[in-house]
Every structure is written in C-alpha cells, then in structure tokens.
C-alpha cells in the first residue's frame, strides 16, 4: 500500500450498527479529496459482531485496517492505539458513532495546508443530547478551564486532526489515566478551532455512563493540576486557625466564670464535619497516588490481538507492547 497521507483513527466499542454507515460516509468524503488515505479501527474489546463487521470492511477495501484489542481498555487508550498505528501525514481522530460529521474532515484538512498543526473540532451545537449531558459538559469544562494550568479548549471533544509531528509528540507520552484533550493541548504547536454541529448518534446507545465521564473528568483534572491536592493544606490551615479561635473563646469563657454551650449536639456537628473534611482530602490524596501506582508499574497501555492490514515494512509503532509480534499482515 502506498503511504496515505491522511489517516482517520477511530475508535470502537460495541458499533456493529453504526460501522457499515460510518465507513460509507467517511469513503465517500475521503475519495472526493483524490489523496492516498487509510483508514484506522480501533476493536476496543466489544461484545457484539464489532471485529467481524471490522475484518469485512477490510476485505472490501484493505485501506481499512484493524487494531484488534485483547479487551476493553476504554475510548481514550483506544484513540491512542489508532494513533500508534497510523501511517497518515494528517490523521484524524473521531468517533465512530457518527456523532462528529465526517463531512467536517476536508474543513479540517483545509486548515491543515494553511500551516496549522492541530485543528480541533468545536461543538457550536449538540444535537440529540440529554439536558443532564449538557449540564454536566458544560460543568466539567468550566471545572477543567478553572483548575489546570493548560489551556484546554472550551466544547472542544475528541474530534481533531493532528499533524504527524504532534503525533510523534503523544506517542512520547505514554501516561496510564489519558486525558487527550489535555494532552494535545499540552504539547502546544499551531492549533486552531473549527465550530461544527454535533449531531445524535446514527445508531446503538452511549458507551459513556455517567461512571466513566466522572472517571474522565478526574484524569483531566488530575492530569493537568495539582491544585486539588494544595487545596488540602490551605483547607486545612482554615480549619486549624478556627479550632484555635473556639478553643480559646471556649477557655475565655470557661476562665470568665460561665459554662460554655456544650451541647451533644455541638460537637457531633463539628466532628462529622472534620472527619468528613478530612476523608474527602485523603481521597483526593488517594487519586493522585492511583495515577502514581498506575504509572510506576509501567505496563503497557493496551494489548493488541490482532493486527489487520497493517504491512511489516511499515513505520513501527510506539507501543511498547508485544503487538509488533503479532502483527499479521495482509493482502494488502
Ligand atoms: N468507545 C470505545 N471504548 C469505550 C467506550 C467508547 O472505544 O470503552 C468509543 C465508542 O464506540 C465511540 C466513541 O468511543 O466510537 C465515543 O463513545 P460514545 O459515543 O459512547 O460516547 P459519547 O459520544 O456518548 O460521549
Ligand atoms: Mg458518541
């Protein structure tokens, strides 16, 4: 196969509906802009017939080619894989739901030529989405704008095209908890936005639970500041200058003659309220020392089953995973 120039890198978890339409729309854009391009699936370790509608593709077009993961690893490490494997000069990341508009891609390759190195899609409206998801993007941008020292664009998702260059840059990152966003902010280069609507899924269901958005939205934070973890000490700087001043307004008092008020009541209060200060700090403590267990154990961040389409001669990827190995070329 002769080198693409353009890779689109996307990942896939339990998609067997959307894949078919999700392959057409993006073949068709593709193909009017009379470059070489490749296609990247990720197979993130799905249940249903994810990798057999995947290896079909393949067979009717061997510019698809498949990472076939040994299990689920999450949306973020399977982003990562496409983008370890891909061969592109410009690769695009996006969902394979059909929730980012293919028809976007050549927008963002237009600004490409025009010397930018990240483009990153930017939702102007969200379609088909709950009030609750809404409300809690909003919340968690908000959030990670106020607490990390990044600057990470506003409504910007995982819609985005990278230059090789940038790309070469994440595949040095090799960190566990995966905030891309962050991470793509993080390596700087020129970036420009561009608005699109986002559209409702074409078809199947979310495969982020509100479980895995809280999870996200705490490798964001904690990836990218530690001020929660300062927060602590000035918390408890507060907390400790109060103690005293009652103490001696107590003691004051108890000297003046008169008994304080010591009601049960009181002090039940004042120690629910310390413990459960100190419980939420000590798991804020908690989640950084996760991230740390999770990185010092160094394994790799995926396992890889099966390699489709991918030559031998190829550019070798970045994973330090035995996937190389199992690398199976094809026809192609
Ligand atoms: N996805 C994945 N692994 C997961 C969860 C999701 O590869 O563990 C993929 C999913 O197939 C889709 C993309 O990541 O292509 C975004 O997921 P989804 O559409 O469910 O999230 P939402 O758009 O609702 O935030
Ligand atoms: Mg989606």
Redesign the pocket.
Known sequence: MTQPRFSIV??????EQVLPEFYRRLQEVMDKLGEPWEMVL?N?GSRDRTPQVMRTLHAQDPRVCIVDFAR?F??QI?VTAGLDHARGAAMVTI???L?DPPEVIPELIARWKEGYQVVYGVRAEREGETWFKLFTAKLFYRLIGALTDVDIPLEAGDFRLLDREVVQELRRMREHRRFLRGMTSWVGYRQVGVPYLRHA?FAGE???PLR?MVRLALDGITGFSDLPLKLASSAGFVLLGLGLLVGLILLGLRIAGSMPLAGQGLAVTVALLLCGTQLVFLGIIGEYLARIYDEVRGRPLYTVQELVGFDEQDEPSQNATTSEEKCYGSES
């Open positions: 996307a990942p896939a978890y339990n998609e990720v993130d689920n999450g949306h399977a969902d394979a739901d929730q899924r979310t495969k982020y895995k």
